[in-house]
């Protein structure tokens, strides 16, 4: 109740979360709505929006149905968005907790892996990787994970480098607590709030990422998602510009979503704001 109270200040983070919400249930509900193949060929191509009471949003220069396919896209936006973040969450605490914490040569060798890693744009990166393992969901996922753990390392660093002199890890290890303990069960749930908030940043870029390397025909194309559905609309973009352009916007509301759940998430979390 008290984080719901906290939460709901902010009538534009409430909006995000609505908006988060709704795609949720899109990817929940896709399966039933659409039981068929959202990638089978269902009616004549090109039926714009609303003129077909069948397909509601047309269909694209294949003939697939399009609202079907936004459907199944929410799904695999959500997942990679999800999964990718974990991936890079869980990486980049890992380095950074153990980089704050120990400084020395510690923080200089891993924080110099940190840095060859940012020394090449992060799409730039995820092109090579996806290139060498290939393009299917699961190596994509993954490898939006691995290029994207440099930023939450640094922010996990900066925290432990704050908390690692506080009086509470002092305490920690005048009883006799292991490093280990001292990091994960004591430091690191202080350090959380910022971490769990930059995660919404890097969800929302994630799905960013995977659109832009299905547009360039670089993910999956056998799983319908909204990249590959913009993929499929550069062909005709002049005259059925509607085929770019539905999925386009879900993700561009997608990530204005995941980034006002965040921004909502900063405000619950600041201590000034929570002491209002």
Sequence with gaps: MEFLKLYRRS?????????????????????IVFPKNPLALVGRPLQWP?????????????GRDIAAQLFYGAR?????????????IGIGVVIGALSGYYGGWVDDVLMRITDA????????????????????LKTVTIAIGLVSWPSPARLTRAEFLTLRTREFVESCRLIGLRDRQIIFREILPNALPPIIVYASVIMATAVILE????FLNLSDPNIASWG??????????????????LPGVAILLIVLAVSLVGQGLNDMLNPRLKRQ
Excluded: K
């Excluded at 983070?13 to 399966?31: E, N, P, Q, R, T």
């Excluded at 659109?211 to 299905?214: G, I, K, N, Q, V």
């Excluded at 499929?232 to 510009?241: F, I, K, P, Y």
């Design 117 to 136: 890693f940012q020394t090449l744009p992060s799409f730039i990166l995820l092109l090579v990787v996806v290139a060498v393992f290939g393009t299917d």
């Design 11 to 31: 009538p534009v983070a409430m909006f995000g979360l609505i908006l988060l919400l709704i795609f949720i249930a899109m990817a929940l509900v896709a399966g």
């Design 211 to 214: 659109s832009s390397l299905a």
């Design 228 to 245: 590959n559905m913009i993929g499929a609309g550069r062909a005709v973009l002049r005259s059925e510009w509607y085929v770019a352009a």
């Design 76 to 88: 695999v936006s959500l997942l990679i968005g999800l999964v990718a973040t974990s991936i890079s």
């Design 50 to 62: 609303f003129t077909n009471p069948q397909f509601l949003l047309g269909t694209d220069n294949l």
